[in-house]
């Protein structure tokens, strides 16, 4: 082989590569991307981003995102919503933290992309669909939970993240309702704006102002760990009842030991694939999965001593990377 036909063999490889990488790049680019919102930092949405994963691998040719919001506020999620608008995502869903003051956003969002709820709704905005739990059917599950732990009534706490979340406000109206007409009496909802060392201080206040306190709930999922702690170092593990709200691992640990009565569970691994199932299909031009109401309900069940051990291992199985 002469020279200038070498020179032409190297030049014409040079190009391939050249070109072979650019596809590569465009490729890479025009990769449609999807993101869960979450409304806080938990081991919640640990759980949702596995089920996120689960549709990353049956999807390859989607990027599907995790977001985690540290801040529960709704400015703090509108950065989180303006950020992802400025990328060009393809569909959202959301926790939404402050609905009646994240509606106009959501709004913004709904013109620009697929835009679904999940977990905690905002019914008044152009939101596609939610998907997750009835909150208040769930508040009811753990108020039926409570009536069990305390057959002759007594005081009661509540604890939360915040009231400004649909999810919350709905647990609280199902625990009241199923309450109602009964002895067991609710002394407050204790806020936190999901700050722990706020949290901690609010049942260690409950623990010492109610000295006759029976029982204390938290609502979302880093609360009743939380609980558990307070409990404990009070040295009122057994006399202060707990029931809990998710899976966290230290509350199934409660649970196992006796410490906690029960917990109601949801299912964050589906809300996290069914989220981006659902985005996808509707990108595809498939509406189909929607619901008349427009609420894709995922059921939520109970977790105490009976079911522990059980519960435990699927929840491992779940993670399992």
Do not use: C
């Amino acid at each position: 082989m002469n020279e200038s036909l070498k020179k032409l063999m190297v030049s014409l490889f040079a190009t391939a590569a050249a070109l072979a990488i650019a596809t590569g790049a465009a490729q890479a680019q025009q990769k449609k991307t999807i993101a869960l919102v979450t409304n806080a930092a938990a081991d919640f949405w640990t759980i949702a981003g596995r089920g996120l994963e689960k549709a990353q691998k049956e999807h390859p040719e989607y990027d599907i995102q995790l977001i985690v919001t540290n801040e529960a506020t709704a400015a703090g999620q509108r950065r989180e919503l303006d950020d992802l608008l400025v990328r060009g995502v393809a569909g959202i869903s959301i926790s939404v933290d402050d609905a009646p003051h994240a509606t106009e956003e959501l709004n913004k969002v709904a013109a620009k992309t697929v835009l679904i709820t999940t977990d905690s709704d905002a019914p008044q905005s152009k939101r596609l669909a939610y998907i997750g739990t009835d909150n208040v059917a769930a508040g009811r599950q753990a108020g039926e939970e409570i009536k069990k732990a305390l057959p002759n009534g007594g005081k009661i706490a509540l604890f939360v993240g915040t009231m400004d979340a649909d999810n919350a406000r709905e647990r609280v109206q199902g625990i009241k309702d199923a309450i109602a007409g009964t002895k067991v009496e609710l002394v407050d909802v204790f806020t936190d704006q999901v700050d722990f060392a706020k949290a901690k201080a609010n049942m260690e206040n409950v623990l010492v102002k109610y000295p006759d306190i029976a029982l204390l709930s938290g609502l979302w999922s880093y609360e009743t760990p939380l609980i558990y702690d307070a409990v404990k170092a009070a040295g009122k593990a057994g006399k202060v009842k707990i029931v809990g709200f998710d899976e966290d691992q230290r509350t199934l640990r409660g649970i196992s030991d006796g410490t906690i009565e029960s917990t109601v569970v949801q299912q964050p691994y589906e809300f996290g694939y069914l989220s981006a199932i659902n985005i996808i299909k509707t990108l595809n031009g498939d509406k189909s999965w929607i619901p008349a109401d427009s609420k894709l309900i995922v059921p939520t069940q109970v977790v105490s001593k009976s079911n522990v051990a059980e519960f435990t291992a699927h929840l491992k199985e779940l993670l399992k990377k």
